[in-house]
Nanobody, 120 residues
């Protein structure tokens, strides 16, 4: 069993910063991709940022230049540094990881979500 536990969400004023963390634990051989998604009520979950095992990154156009994703493989942890936050960044943020439990199979896991609220 693999668990993803997120932390770092909260309430911040527009223009402020937050740093989200997501730590994976359990039966892990290795982790392929890691990513952050977000969701607001009545809308589909959307990809915010992703990072591969080789540290290649990709970002949604709406956050490029403001958010930075990184990972610490020794700690099985992914981070999302969010700067210059805007009210439209308000959402529940979910961590996602592709975990190799038994080679060569990769299983998709999700965290429980952490609320980020940006006030204007």
């Amino acid at each position: 069993q693999v668990q993803l536990v997120e932390s770092g969400g909260g309430l911040v004023q527009a223009g402020g910063s937050l740093r989200l963390s997501c730590a994976a634990s359990g039966r892990i051989f290795s982790i392929n991709h890691m990513a952050w998604y977000r969701q607001v009520p009545k809308k589909q979950r959307e990809l915010v940022a992703g990072i591969t095992s080789g540290d290649s990154t990709n970002y949604a156009a709406s956050v490029k230049g403001r958010f930075t994703i990184s990972r610490d493989n020794a700690k099985n942890t992914v981070y999302l540094q969010m700067n210059s936050l805007k009210p439209e960044d308000t959402a529940v943020y979910y961590c996602n990881a592709g975990v190799v439990v038994n080679r060569p199979y990769v299983y998709d896991y999700w965290g429980q979500g952490t609320q980020v609220t940006v006030s204007s």
